[in-house]
């Protein structure tokens, strides 16, 4: 796959990602487990992050945000006892950023 082909695809990982919880769902078949299949996106796309970063696709701001987004995502998949995301824990974690 060409870096601009990968740049795509990164796209339209990150507008699926942005969604509202019920337009994923609308997006998806129904057996589809959709926050299962959310984080396993993120995670697929940030793969080819970085080769996307050498090739100058994102300003260095927009490589903070993505950065802090998916360390926001992958300590909630380490938390998965959070139940609350207005707990205590939740609040410290990000004001941390």
């Not at 697929?44 to 993505?66: C, P, Y």
Request: proline share 2%; charged share 25%; net charge negative.
């Amino acid at each position: 796959m060409n870096v601009e082909a990968q740049y795509n695809t990164f796209v339209e990982g990150l507008k699926m990602i942005a969604l509202p919880y019920e337009d994923q769902v609308k997006s998806m078949e129904n057996f589809v487990d959709v926050p299962v299949e959310i984080t396993s996106t993120f995670q697929d796309i940030f793969l080819i992050f970085s080769q996307l970063i050498r090739a100058n696709f994102f300003s260095l701001d927009a490589i903070a945000a993505i950065i802090i987004a998916f360390n926001h995502m992958e300590w909630c998949l380490r938390n998965i006892d959070l139940d609350n995301f207005s707990d205590d824990n939740w609040r410290r974690r990000k004001l941390s950023y």
